[in-house]
């Protein structure tokens, strides 16, 4: 690499290269021998790299470094979308040629991918070890210098989110506010009643609108909200563009929106301040009260960026989820049906119908497995970025130093070494723990590792609230606006329909339904 910034350098300080009298013809080959001694130096390193670990008594996993310099970048880019619910091209085709772990060139470094879920497993278990999580500069500049820790930083980053989304701040915090909040949300799709409307959207607006309440104690009809709602859009939708900071481009269009996120919650940190009241309202002053191990208070930048990634992560993963449940149950009646027998099941023991205790969550059991399901047929993460701090080896398998590695959690949730008719949608798989590798669950929906999603509990729960406001009071007929009917994503960036979901609701007269089901 040494080699190839050397011939760079002595290429721009060539004098007046590009200024008459060099004739076209000079140019052109001078440009083709640059680019011959780049490839060649390329080669050369890549043909080293091969060599001297295979003398180590390390072997590469299969595969092609691509060409020079992009790798196999485009191919990446180009081969990372289809269809919810089927597997990425990129990795599919990779899988059939090389095995489950294979050898690539990504975004300007070496990097293995691993879709074998021992393997992927055993690298998140020695994270701080042996890997240790990577992100791209341009995306460490949007999400701010504090959110991608590690080490002592990180553990303090997860008690506090532990303070929020953990199995007992749920139960003490989220019970009665997360139905309140998706029944009135409910109501508002009553007042369309029989109208087509874009479901997606809906789910994305409904989970932002309860974010902002719990974690800022904004209410949904305030205007910061919908500013808010807004740049936070703006800036998921484009996280992955081209990292160009120029007027015009989306990158810019993105750090502009993370600015005036991070003014906006600056603001609401100086206004609580000012307010001094001892009730704890929402997390935003739960946060302000608490103290490192020095007793110290959090730096106010500390506090900014962690409330804006907990806004970010609760939110969009939530709404993906549930515009996903939405998809699957509207191609699966017989899905539906057997949900609503639990939820009225559940109603019959519940006098109080409109609100649901934990006891009542507890006994969902069909409806969890619908959720793990639809968690399994659309991953919310489709892959992990991790960077090796050492040569790591595992079953003869060698991955360098310095390299960057890709963890594929989605492509085993479409192995049929793992899941009995894996293109299916077969909530019932769950209830016998379908794995044909001894009963061993390989579901990993919300990461793994120390740096698994610590809000898993909370997404379920909230899952599982919507799920049973829906199929209690609604019926539902999926509409293919403008005769779209796929439902590609694109999994570099958000992964979201790009047709949207477009839905006609209508009540349901449960009377008459259950008395056509006893029939």
């Given at each position: 690499?040494?080699?190839?910034?050397?011939?760079?350098?002595?290429?721009?300080?060539?004098?007046n290269?590009?200024?008459?009298?060099?004739?076209?013809?000079?140019?052109?080959?001078t440009?083709?021998?640059?680019?011959?001694?780049?490839?060649?130096?390329y080669?050369?390193h890549?043909?080293?790299?091969?060599?001297?670990?295979?003398?180590?008594g390390?072997?590469l996993?299969?595969?092609?470094?691509?060409?020079?310099?992009?790798?196999?970048t485009?191919?990446?880019?180009?081969?990372?979308?289809?269809?919810?619910?089927?597997?990425?091209?990129?990795?599919?085709?990779?899988?059939r040629?090389?095995?489950?772990?294979?050898?690539?060139?990504?975004?300007?470094?070496?990097?293995?991918v691993?879709?074998?879920?021992e393997?992927?497993?055993?690298?998140?278990?020695?994270?701080?070890?042996?890997?240790?999580?990577?992100?791209?500069?341009?995306?460490?500049?949007?999400?701010?210098?504090?959110?991608?820790?590690?080490?002592?930083?990180?553990?303090?980053?997860?008690?506090l989110?532990?303070?929020?989304?953990?199995?007992?701040?749920?139960?003490?915090?989220?019970?009665?506010?997360?139905?309140?909040h998706?029944?009135?949300?409910?109501?508002?799709?009553?007042?369309?009643?029989?109208?087509?409307?874009?479901?997606?959207?809906?789910?994305?607006?409904?989970?932002?609108?309860?974010?902002?309440?719990?974690?800022?104690?904004?209410?949904?009809?305030?205007?910061?909200?919908?500013?808010?709602?807004?740049?936070?859009?703006?800036?998921?939708?484009?996280?992955?563009?081209?990292?160009?900071?120029?007027?015009?481009?989306?990158?810019?269009?993105?750090?502009?929106?993370?600015?005036?996120?991070?003014?906006?919650?600056?603001?609401?940190?100086?206004?609580?301040?000012?307010?001094?009241?001892?009730?704890?309202?929402?997390?935003l002053?739960?946060?302000?009260?608490?103290?490192?191990?020095?007793?110290?208070?959090?730096?106010?930048?500390?506090?900014?960026?962690?409330?804006?990634?907990?806004?970010?992560?609760?939110?969009?993963?939530?709404?993906l989820?549930?515009?996903?449940?939405?998809?699957?149950?509207?191609e699966?009646?017989?899905?539906?049906?057997?949900?609503?027998?639990?939820?009225?099941?559940?109603q019959?023991?519940?006098?109080?119908?409109?609100?649901?205790?934990?006891?009542?969550?507890?006994?969902?059991?069909?409806?969890?497995?619908?959720?793990?399901?639809?968690?399994?047929?659309?991953?919310?993460?489709?892959?992990?970025?991790?960077?090796?701090?050492?040569?790591?080896?595992?079953?003869?398998?060698?991955?360098?130093?310095?390299?960057?590695?890709?963890l594929?959690?989605?492509?085993?949730?479409?192995?049929?070494?793992?899941?009995?008719?894996?293109?299916?949608?077969?909530?019932?798989?769950?209830?016998?723990?379908?794995?044909?590798?001894?009963?061993?669950?390989?579901?990993?929906?919300?990461?793994?590792?120390?740096?698994?999603?610590?809000?898993?509990?909370?997404?379920?729960?909230?899952?599982?609230?919507?799920?049973?406001?829906?199929?209690?009071?609604?019926?539902?007929?999926?509409?293919?606006?403008?005769?779209?009917?796929?439902?590609?994503v694109?999994?570099?960036?958000?992964?979201?329909?790009?047709?949207?979901?477009?839905?006609?609701?209508?009540?349901?007269?449960?009377?008459?339904?259950?008395?056509?089901?006893?029939?």
């Amino acid at each position: 690499m040494e080699t190839m910034e050397s011939l760079i350098n002595l290429w721009w300080r060539l004098p007046n290269i590009s200024s008459p009298p060099w004739p076209p013809a000079v140019l052109l080959a001078t440009f083709l021998c640059v680019v011959g001694a780049l490839s060649i130096c390329y080669l050369l390193h890549s043909l080293h790299l091969d060599v001297g670990k295979h003398k180590l008594g390390g072997q590469l996993p299969p595969g092609s470094l691509g060409i020079p310099l992009l790798g196999e970048t485009l191919q990446f880019a180009f081969f990372s979308s289809g269809p919810i619910g089927s597997p990425l091209p990129f990795f599919s085709t990779r899988l059939r040629r090389y095995g489950p772990v294979f050898k690539t060139h990504l975004m300007g470094r070496p990097t293995a991918v691993s879709m074998d879920p021992e393997l992927s497993k055993f690298l998140l278990a020695n994270e701080g070890r042996s890997i240790r999580a990577y992100v791209p500069k341009s995306f460490n500049k949007i999400l701010g210098p504090t959110v991608y820790l590690h080490g002592v930083s990180h553990r303090a980053f997860r008690e506090l989110a532990n303070l929020s989304v953990s199995s007992n701040a749920v139960q003490k915090l989220h019970v009665d506010t997360i139905q309140e909040h998706f029944l009135a949300c409910l109501k508002s799709w009553h007042q369309r009643s029989s109208a087509v409307l874009d479901a997606q959207k809906h789910c994305r607006e409904w989970a932002f609108t309860y974010s902002a309440k719990y974690f800022l104690g904004l209410e949904a009809n305030n205007p910061i909200t919908a500013a808010l709602m807004r740049d936070y859009f703006v800036l998921l939708n484009g996280y992955a563009s081209i990292p160009i900071n120029l007027p015009g481009t989306t990158y810019n269009n993105i750090v502009k929106a993370r600015g005036r996120i991070s003014s906006t919650i600056a603001n609401l940190i100086r206004a609580k301040k000012k307010e001094d009241r001892k009730e704890e309202m929402d997390f935003l002053d739960i946060l302000l009260k608490r103290t490192n191990g020095d007793g110290e208070h959090y730096s106010g930048l500390h506090v900014v960026d962690w409330v804006f990634a907990f806004v970010l992560g609760s939110y969009e993963n939530t709404a993906l989820l549930f515009a996903n449940i939405l998809k699957f149950l509207s191609e699966n009646e017989h899905v539906v049906n057997e949900l609503r027998r639990e939820h009225f099941a559940i109603q019959k023991t519940n006098p109080n119908k409109a609100k649901l205790t934990w006891d009542d969550y507890r006994t969902m059991y069909f409806t969890k497995h619908v959720v793990k399901e639809t968690l399994r047929m659309a991953s919310i993460t489709q892959f992990l970025f991790r960077e090796s701090l050492e040569d790591i080896y595992f079953k003869g398998i060698l991955i360098p130093k310095g390299w960057m590695v890709l963890l594929n959690f989605s492509m085993v949730h479409f192995s049929s070494d793992y899941y009995t008719n894996p293109l299916q949608f077969d909530p019932w798989r769950w209830m016998c723990q379908d794995s044909t590798r001894n009963n061993i669950d390989f579901l990993v929906a919300f990461g793994g590792g120390p740096r698994m999603c610590p809000g898993s509990m909370l997404v379920m729960y909230e899952a599982s609230i919507f799920i049973h406001h829906l199929v209690t009071l609604y019926k539902w007929k999926r509409v293919h606006e403008g005769g779209k009917q796929y439902d590609n994503v694109d999994c570099l960036s958000l992964p979201i329909m790009r047709n949207g979901l477009f839905l006609r609701l209508e009540p349901l007269d449960s009377n008459k339904w259950q008395k056509e089901q006893a029939s």
